[in-house]
């Protein structure tokens, strides 16, 4: 199914003149603070994350997997749903697949579904920590830090293998996450283990094209770990510079320590001109996935003063590739990623009110109690219809979620699709 | 120095306008959706939270201390300097003494000099986790939970007196906070120390006076530490138990392990009817004691959406004793207040919003994407311009850190106390 | 298949020498500290812990699972699975069942099983974290703290049957563990959830035999959680109060915030009277299933200690169940238990050879260095050999790691088993 | 005082028979392993590990510090109890002065001191996190990474001095740890303490002498800290490689966040041939120093296991700067170094104890039980009679706390220094 754009026009009637007086009183006093308002709709307008494939149908758990009825079965209805969020928030127009859930059989025929639905083909995502049916060679023991050099190179050239499908899908980027570690001490060396994966990654990055970039993903812990290779930024930094100018450090907001100051990551990766990419989520006590801003809404704020000071003041830093990585068991996966979307969106126009000279000024005479009354005022300012502004422009919907629901979008999946359907992926 | 009532009314002239214009909107706003704005006013008004006397001056670290000029350098500068944080939100009614730190000189003096401030005396605290000059006894190994039953004895007698002086104030509960524990495994008997330590309090809350509460604080650790006597809600709770009804819990949000769920024991001990008081401050990685909401404002709001709950719904507890404990060294100490008391109104006021039962209504049929959009909506409204509303109701300044700095109330301090006082306590 | 004696002979032959020389030195030193070595080598034989059924398959992650050749796919098969296990150690007498996975078809052929190997049915364990096939009720949004009733009801009933069929084998005790909780802020009402809680505890309490303990597990977070309704041991022991004199809590090691000090929660319980099992595993971030002892064997040692202390202290607490609660996928599930077994037998028999007098003496002066010796003195002893002692009085064999390999036993099982069995349970 | 030769002799008499007993045993059954036990017992005697200054008092916290008679309140006395350690152990042969607590009045009289006591001098720590009485500028909001370029100019120049100092001692390396960081979001801007604090360490670099070494401490935070501006390893290893070649990271038991890998983090620095020194402490919660090996000692032997095999295989890799960096209130703080240095010496000869070979083979063919066991097997093993061994070689006494008691020296310092002095320090 697609969104019918009269209903769009029709909800936005129906809701347009509540938003008209709340717009205009809030851009209303920031403008008195010298802010300009329409910039920052623009920016809003501008800021696309895109959508993990794996996202779409209901996340997975130990104990076994909830499914949610007119889950998408194919990478064509992942498309489509894909399709239906950025309808709904026109900030949602790529798609980050997953090799070998999401191997497109005619890509000829996808793009052109893509299109359709103005979606573009973000960052590729391998997986080496999943046997594959039948697969020659198993990731039991690691895949690219495998001390078998078979396996090793059994990883490496999946991954050359995703990076050739996302050529031809468009893509322009690799990410490649791993869950190779140790659950037992002794079991690994680390220093081979760390080698390995170092002459692994460049053997992939040997085959990158020129236009394209690398993104290592770190992660401290998987559940029944010891150790992971690659546990922290500081590690992933280390191999993309031995690898070289395009490999960059992912950082997923998920993938830390418990009080982990994550933004001040996020600064130092930008000052050395190599975060690629961040991974959206959240979590109250591991590496929950849960739905972005749902635990930790400040963090994610502080986290995006950093990534708009980084975008505004490290041109040697890339553009970065943003992405959800959340999935959930108990919600509906597309208001789920309606929420996420929402929140994401919420903290970056938060971090773009903070007036960067007046803080920066506070900072230099050491006026503590200014900065944070500057960094909260910011925070503490209802944005939301600076976000309904931006929909406005782009003819999306005031209220996504209203939307989403009054539409009835999931029934009509459940009429098209089943009720027993479940995604590939996770 | 007081602050003076005509520069509070000039200040609020110039204000006036744009707030009424802030208010005007969102009580619009929040009225349609069938809110009650004035009775929520009232509720802001009637909060009142304790100010802790040991707050007023520059916390210590171990390093050492940067002391502030214009510290209270007595317990009547202390009442003075509570009495301008009342003045300036008419939310700071009340104090919280220390003994051995605060010992009145002069009672009825004292007690004068609180009412010409509008100020009551609430909770003391007891302290036995330092030795004062020329002790007797020493705490280095335990106070309540001393192995030695004259140490013991030596600290119920101190809590005992410590009481004495609070009935005289007019105070009707004792907090007692301990640092007694171990550093090292096998340094004390577990058993035999929890068992002293239930003795102990029996032998204090048995000269409680009638009308008043005792409160057992927890904690999990202090710096140097392998354990405390009293680490968790659950032995507090399992204590104030075998002590009697006038026993409760007090949590103090700081004291806690990583990622504890610190809602659930506030819902917890309303459930029980245990949950005596609460005290506020913020941190990022242990005990930090930083302005309250300066790091976790989604925690803050979380808490008190169980406060709030608890205090419609469970008639069997008590009210709460509320306090700040936190305290910083490098910032003002009355602007460090103010900050805390502004964010501590903000949760409260965006918990009221909460409709209950609505959300229980989602609750019970599992929405748990809409139960999200309730109590999120909540957060992300912009109510500081209600808590403006409540103080201009009681002629507080509609921004009391813009007051504060604009009166000098630090400078006017300065000239009365010189720039070298050093206030008493940590 | 059965161990063969005869083999167990031969080992014992090929390595009593050894073990004697070593056995004769760490008992004549110990003996001359005077300690009774007899006594310990009988509390080393004494000890028995229960192996979880569901621990003989290859444990799962969320990314699947890489099965064992040779798995029990019967209930049949895995008791005898636990008889190789106790023919090799003597410690492993029990087994802890898990309903549904190992519903008994046949009560008094599998009874008869158990008893040819030796074994007897330690705690049942039911499940309602997991929706069966074709079930009626989901607990996808809980079961015993489900808003709606029936649920609740369904959940009872379960843990009814289960206690049925333990009646049958002859079992005394129910180990009730919930994942039931939320993944977000507001998606339940705590007081609701835990009121809801107690209640379905007492309805399946209420018809639990006279001679039945209950054993109530917490745990303060599953993967993708915001909260769990039984959190922490003081939750767990509020409602153990709440039903009555044959609920006990029940601790699980990997069921705690980072650097939770578990001794100290074990003593508490025991002080009380209310510590009714304990399940072991190891974990290095969360709840991490690994092998007992092969991340913290000082932990777990000192949670021995308070063991053995209240074990000698505490008459009112009953005798505790032991289980362990572990499963990894990358160790033959066997050889993961033989190192388990061995784990815990070293810690405790370590915690035994603490000098409990001299340790009270030294805390009574204070002699902090002194405690610390007294308890590293006993943890740094190489107690292996009189574990070794202990299984030699038993006719199990010295080595039973050696053995197991030596014996061929996964050899045996996968033939005659097949090497695509899969366990059922986890 | 010094400790008596003869006393020596006459102790290490009485216990010679029992210790020869246990000796004989443990390397007889090590033998057996093929392992060398005269090189383990040789390593063990060329170990030396750094005593602090500051550790010779008693620590202090935020609540006051329990000072212990016989204190040192000189360097002289510093360097004659490091004297008496080293006699009583023949490990501790070196001490690393912290200034300005540890300024030499007269070098000569203080070298040729340490010359008669066997001392030499290890890494100058500088202190730019206090401000010194009557400082021209002030740390309070930061020292090498302040934005203003005075303060960072000071800092940089205290740490020239103290390379000053210390080059006239015969010091050939400078430890930098700092307090700089915020502590509340806001206050600082990342990017610019970051560069800053690079500036400032160049600036301590360019005038490091040719044959010194410039170790970085890293630390996740400070009680009341929101972030500190070196976190992490990975920052500290980024500006170790900014500086050059002398530059090195430092770790610091204690300073990491919950779980941290820490070994991992010694593996990946050693493969990188940048590991500069390693401080010994241990923790329960946070940055607890307390006594090496009183709490984790599994980890410290993992560590260890590293350490073992960088110096091994990593010849790129200088030889490590080893320190004890704790201290603590209520024990005597000779004790608690001779505690801190046993448990040193254990770890490390246990790690000496695995067989690589056999280890290397073992993670090659995947046995990760097999793994566990080899590592496990050396942890178990008890090792103490080895490190007597080494000091029997050197004319140290067996037991060297029990030999610190006998021959009274705590009683002897205080006849001789009085029960009331001071240590200079924390």
Redesign the interface.
């Known amino acids: 199914m697609k969104i019918d754009k009269n209903n769009i026009s029709d909800h936005n009637r129906k809701y347009k003149d ?1 938003f008209q ?2 717009f205009n ?1 809030v851009s209303g ?1 920031l403008e008195q603070k010298g802010i300009n308002i329409e910039q920052i709709v623009q920016k809003v307008n501008d800021f696309q994350v895109a959508i993990p494939s794996w996202a779409l149908g209901a ?6 997997r ?1 499914s949610y009825g007119g889950e998408p079965s194919s990478l064509e209805q992942k498309l489509q749903d894909v399709g239906i969020l950025h309808s709904l928030t026109r900030s949602a127009g790529s798609v980050s697949l997953h090799i070998p859930w999401d191997i497109p059989k005619d890509i000829k025929a996808i793009k052109e579904i893509a299109k359709s639905n103005e979606i573009t083909f973000d960052a590729m995502n391998s997986n080496t ?3 594959q049916k039948d697969a020659k060679k ?1 990731y ?2 690691g895949s690219l830090n495998n ?1 078998d050099k078979e396996i090793r190179d059994f990883a490496v050239e999946h991954n050359r293998e995703v990076i050739k499908i996302g050529k031809e899908l468009g893509s322009k980027s690799l990410t490649v996450w791993l ?1 190779d570690g140790a ?9 081979r283990a ?2 390995n994966t170092q002459d692994s990654l460049k053997g992939i990055y040997d085959t990158l094209p020129a236009d394209w970039k690398m993104f290592i993903e770190y992660k ?8 992971t290779t690659i ?5 992933s ?2 191999l993309a510079n031995a690898c070289g100018e395009k490999a960059y450090t992912l950082v997923d907001l998920g993938h830390h ?5 994550i ?2 990551i996020v ?2 990766l ?3 001109g190599k975060l690629g990419g961040f991974h959206f989520n959240d979590s ?8 972005v ?7 994610l704020f ?1 986290i995006f ?2 990534l708009v ?2 975008m505004e ?2 041109p040697n830093n890339p553009e970065l590739a943003w992405m959800i990585d959340a999935s ?5 996966p597309l ?2 990623l309606l ?1 996420s979307i929402e929140a994401i969106l ?1 903290a970056y126009t938060q971090a773009l009110l903070i007036d960067q000279k007046e ?2 000024e506070a ?2 005479r ?1 006026d ?2 200014k ?6 005022d910011a ?4 944005v ?1 219809s600076i976000l309904q502004a931006a929909r406005l422009k782009t003819d999306a919907p005031l209220n996504p ?1 209203e939307a989403y629901r009054s539409f009835e979008v999931r029934k009509n999946l459940i009429q098209e699709r089943g009720s027993k359907t479940v995604a590939t992926g ?1």
Chains 1, 2, 3, 4 share one sequence.
Request: hydrophobic residues 30%; proline residues 5%.
């Open positions: 509540s007086k709340e009183f006093k996340g997975g758990t130990r104990f076994g909830f920590f999943q046997d198993s039991k023991f001390s869950a659950s037992f001490p002794g079991q690994l060396n680390f220093q760390l080698d401290p812990y998987e559940p029944n770990f010891y150790s546990q922290d930024w500081g590690t930094f280390m320590l418990p009080n982990t100051n933004e001040q600064a130092t930008m000052y050395k109250k006590y591991g590496d929950d996935d849960v739905t801003g749902s635990i930790k809404p400040y963090a502080l003063n950093e000071y980084g003041n490290n959930h068991n108990i919600k509906d208001e789920d929420q919420v803080l920066r900072q230099l050491h503590v109690v900065c944070q009354e500057i960094v909260q925070y503490r300012t209802d939301r979620l996770l």
